[in-house]
């Protein structure tokens, strides 16, 4: 069965980092663009960021380029999301998800990640 | 950046109701137009992309329809299980993807 799992959200200071993590199983992970969106009530869906197959382009959200960075690890069917001088506006949960012929086609559950202090 | 607005914002149908729920972009997004729906704490699930087709495993009564600017997401006979929130999302003038702010499908 095709499934992503995310992890390492938590509770995180203004100006802290955090990195989330996606683990991809029963599918070629290697043969899909993977993204990042997040949910907030105020925000609603949005999307942060894009990787391609092999990790050579990234794209970013406005309101997190020069702050989040995405990475993925083929080897380890692994898509990473480092987060760096977190706002409170970064509040929300974090879906990762595909996408090639039909976009996002498949979501994980999501991670929380709340920046308060 | 495309904009997408949703109507209406909460629409309250009885099971066996047809329900019909649209999506606006602020510019052509061609044929790239999908819908997503979402249950209290769960993702959102992929149920119609390029306008059109259907998802895998995606039951015949969810049918979209529209072109340019203006799209419809239609369940024909709406079940219990089909109470929940719709989102439209634009792919194709990105980045960004963006999705609508949803329409709440709930009982009247």
């Known amino acids: 069965e095709e499934s992503l799992v995310e992890s390492g959200g938590d509770l995180v200071q203004p100006g802290g980092s955090l990195r989330l993590s996606c683990a991809a199983s029963g599918f070629t992970f290697s043969g899909f663009w993977m993204h990042w969106v997040r949910q907030s009530p105020e925000k609603g869906l949005e999307w942060v960021s894009r990787i391609n197959y092999n990790g050579s382009v990234t794209t970013y959200a406005d309101s997190v380029k020069g702050r989040f960075a995405i990475s993925r690890d083929n080897a380890k069917n692994t898509l990473y999301l480092q987060m760096s001088s977190l706002r409170a506006d970064d509040t929300a949960v974090y879906y990762c998800t595909r996408d090639r012929s039909a976009p996002f086609d498949l979501w994980g559950q999501g991670t929380k990640v709340t920046v308060s202090s | 950046e495309i904009v997408l607005t949703q109507s209406p914002v909460t629409l309250s149908v009885s099971p066996g109701d047809r329900a019909t729920l649209s999506c606006r972009a602020s510019?052509?997004?061609?044929?790239?137009l999908a819908w997503y729906q979402q249950k209290p704490g769960q993702p959102p699930r992929l149920l119609i992309y390029?306008?059109?087709t259907r998802a895998i495993g995606v039951p015949a009564r969810f049918s979209g329809s529209g072109s340019g600017t203006e799209f419809t997401l239609t369940i024909s006979s709406l079940q219990s299980e089909d109470f929940a929130v719709y989102y439209c999302?634009?792919?194709?003038?990105?980045?960004?993807?963006?999705f609508g702010p949803g329409t709440k499908v709930d009982l009247k």
């Open positions: 390029g306008i059109i």
């Open positions: 999302l634009q792919y194709n003038n990105m980045p960004p993807w963006t």
């Open positions: 510019q052509n997004v061609r044929s790239s």
